[in-house]
């Protein structure tokens, strides 16, 4: 294996090494939540060490904090965004006491709790608040669009996103459409719509230089040919 390509800042290219220390991006063949099948795949459930979880924490809270969102709550959707946004709070809180000591970490949960506290909302109530979502992917936009529709019901403002990977790709076909037509993104769609930033701390474009200087010429064709094939217009 070589050194990763200098084209990369240097914060993306740390990022990708952890991604590759924890096995978390992975090379092959995917079925995604949407049904598309990838050549690559990226598992925040394997950032499971506590200096993995630092990592990739520290990288989201990073984002946010050079951002000009202002927000009370981070808000987990189940179930790889909860850790996400319990461990993002603690790292924004550690980059600067006064500005985010007081943030606070929300998530749902997917099965309403019929006893007990009982609900489906665990952490800070989002009431009145204004609310950023922190999770590990959107492709088709199927689970942000469920977590802005939980914070909405909550009473909770959206404020903006942050995920860790922006795939760039289109949303799927709707009916009557050709699934080769060009069409936006799900992140530009919600950015669009919701009027709100959506931040990554790393894009498909970032995964292909990086690999480029990693992996095989097999992997890198396939991810190219892919990225021809689903890029979104915006
Ligand atoms: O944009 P989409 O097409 O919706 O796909 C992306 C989402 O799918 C996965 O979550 P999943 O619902 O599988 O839940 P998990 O967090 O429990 O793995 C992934 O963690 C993203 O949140
Ligand atoms: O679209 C998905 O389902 C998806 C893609 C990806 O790279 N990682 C993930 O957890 N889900």
Redesign the pocket.
């Known amino acids: 294996m070589s050194a990763p390509t200098p084209a990369l800042a240097p914060h993306k290219a740390a990022f990708l090494s952890s991604c590759v220390t924890a096995g978390a991006l992975k090379f092959g063949t995917f079925t995604?939540?949407?049904g598309r099948m990838s050549p690559y795949f990226f598992n925040?459930g394997l950032f499971h060490t506590a200096s993995l979880l630092d990592s990739l924490t520290a990288a989201y809270a990073a984002t946010l904090a050079s951002s000009a969102v202002d927000f009370d709550i981070l808000f987990g959707?189940?179930?790889?965004?909860i850790p996400l946004a319990a461990a993002t709070a603690i790292q924004l809180r550690v980059l600067d006491d006064a500005r985010f000591g007081g943030v606070s970490y929300s998530f749902n949960r997917k099965e309403a709790k019929d006893h007990g506290e009982g609900g489906s909302i665990v952490g800070a109530p989002l009431k009145g608040k204004r609310v950023v979502i922190i999770?590990?992917?959107?492709?088709?936009?199927?689970?942000?669009r469920e977590a802005i529709e939980i914070i909405k019901r909550e009473g909770g403002t959206l404020v903006g996103i942050v995920v860790a990977l922006d795939r760039l790709e289109k949303t799927p076909a709707k009916e009557g459409e050709q699934e080769e037509a060009p069409r936006e993104s799900?992140i530009g769609e919600v950015r669009r719509q919701y009027g709100i930033p959506v931040l990554s701390i790393l894009t498909l474009d970032d995964v292909v230089e990086f690999l480029k200087g990693m992996g095989t010429q097999e992997d890198v064709g396939r991810l190219q040919e892919y990225r021809a094939k689903y890029r979104a217009s915006d």
């Open positions: 995604l939540k949407s925040a959707p189940a179930y790889k965004g999770d590990d992917v959107i492709t088709a936009g199927t689970a942000i799900a």
